[in-house]
């Protein structure tokens, strides 16, 4: 873990107590019991939507004998469920919306293991999600290599007046081959690839189909084949940043599955019927679930499960950056 870049000024008066940190967007607080609950947590799995967090959980559990799936407070902005020693998180859609998760759940989890260092090394962090992909069959799963953004390069923010933060895009490369692994048997097509993250749906994505459009057929195809040649396999909305901020802290463990629901280099609209998308969708799930299966069941003589196994019931509840790869 880079402790540099972590914002001890902060985080640590929570540790000390003399200060209570809000995780505002979740509807909890560092103070709640709930959180006592959830020290032993092992991975942290983040999706757009809420209702894949449920599904999620409610699998988990029965994979963990039906263990206790422990309900965040709030669902308005974010939902969250904790069960067998995994947090499972929505995102919502785009940087801006999972970067709130994103932060808030790094505080949550530097509070959670006492902002132990080590500890917080062993969390395995994932965003599972959907994509559209460049020369694959729709159905296909990516595990991302690299987050980078519709110019090919990598996240930045405004650096108050004087410039910009740039963000270290790449995804830990044992993890990428780990999951591919899990999946070998699987029947599912999953490969690795570069990811591109748009800031919108339709104008980073070079679609011709929004309500504003600035692309014309070359200038898209253009871009299309530009990302290809550059081995970007697919297109959504949040991993630039996702893998940006956890390289930023220094995460060693985390990755993206995103399955893909069309082939954009044959069109923009997803024109898929509702059962093929909930099928596509559905794979990036199971990819997930082949990889906690092999890291997380099959593991656990050496690395004992929660004791949150319960009956089924319902419980209420700096300034040191990562160096631009990209020159400036
Ligand atoms: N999500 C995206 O961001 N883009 C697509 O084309 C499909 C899903």
């Given at each position: 873990?880079?402790?540099?870049?972590?914002?001890?000024?902060?985080?640590?008066?929570?540790?000390?107590?003399?200060?209570?940190?809000?995780?505002?967007?979740?509807?909890?607080?560092?103070?709640?019991?709930?959180?006592?609950?959830?020290?032993?947590?092992r991975a942290i799995i983040t999706a757009?939507?809420?209702?894949r967090?449920?599904?999620f959980?409610?699998k988990w559990?029965t994979l963990n004998?039906?263990?206790?799936?422990?309900?965040?407070?709030?669902?308005?902005?974010?939902?969250?469920?904790?069960?067998a020693g995994i947090?499972f998180?929505?995102?919502?859609?785009?940087?801006?919306?999972?970067?709130?998760?994103?932060?808030?759940?790094?505080?949550?989890?530097?509070?959670?293991?006492?902002?132990?260092?080590?500890?917080?090394?062993k969390v395995f962090w994932a965003r599972v999600g959907?994509?559209?992909?460049?020369?694959?069959?729709?159905g296909s799963v990516v595990v991302s290599t690299?987050?980078?953004?519709?110019?090919?390069?990598?996240?930045?923010?405004?650096?108050?007046?004087?410039?910009?933060?740039?963000?270290?895009?790449?995804f830990p490369v044992t993890t990428c081959q780990e999951i591919i692994k899990a999946n070998t048997d699987s029947g599912l097509k999953v490969l690795s690839g570069?990811t591109?993250?748009?800031?919108?749906?339709?104008?980073?994505?070079?679609?011709?189909?929004?309500?504003?459009?600035?692309?014309?057929?070359?200038?898209?195809?253009?871009?299309?084949?530009?990302?290809?040649?550059?081995?970007?396999r697919n297109?959504?909305?949040?991993?630039?940043?996702?893998?940006?901020?956890?390289?930023?802290?220094?995460f060693s463990r985390f990755a993206m599955i995103c399955a893909t629901?069309?082939?954009?280099?044959?069109?923009?609209?997803?024109?898929?019927?509702?059962?093929?998308?909930?099928?596509?969708s559905k794979v990036s799930g199971l990819v997930l679930f082949n990889y906690l299966k092999t890291f997380f069941l099959e593991h656990k003589s050496k690395q004992?499960l929660?004791?949150?196994?319960?009956?089924?019931?319902?419980?209420?509840?700096?300034?040191?950056?990562?160096?631009?790869?990209?020159?400036?």
């Open positions: 873990m880079n402790t540099g870049n972590i914002n001890h000024a902060f985080l640590d008066r929570i540790l000390d107590g003399s200060q209570t940190d809000v995780y505002y967007h979740f509807g909890l607080s560092s103070g709640d019991h709930l959180l006592e609950r959830m020290r032993r947590v757009g939507s809420g209702e967090i449920m599904e959980a409610e559990s004998g039906g263990a206790e799936i422990l309900d965040f407070p709030k669902d308005d902005r974010f939902t969250a469920r904790y069960t947090l998180a929505s995102h919502g859609m785009g940087m801006p919306s999972a970067s709130i998760a994103v932060q808030e759940l790094m505080r949550m989890l530097y509070f959670l293991k006492n902002g132990d260092l080590e500890a917080m090394d959907t994509s559209g992909g460049i020369g694959l069959p729709s690299e987050g980078l953004m519709a110019d090919l390069k990598p996240y930045r923010l405004l650096k108050g007046a004087d410039g910009e933060y740039w963000f270290n895009g790449r570069k591109v993250a748009g800031n919108d749906f339709y104008l980073e994505q070079f679609r011709l189909d929004g309500a504003i459009s600035f692309e014309t057929p070359e200038t898209k195809m253009d871009w299309l084949q530009l990302l290809y040649d550059n081995g970007v297109i959504e909305m949040e991993g630039a940043m996702f893998a940006g901020y956890l390289n930023h802290w220094g629901l069309l082939n954009r280099l044959e069109g923009d609209q997803v024109t898929s019927t509702p059962e093929q998308l909930q099928q596509f004992p929660p004791k949150d196994r319960k009956s089924r019931s319902r419980n209420q509840t700096g300034k040191d950056y990562a160096r631009p790869p990209w020159p400036r």
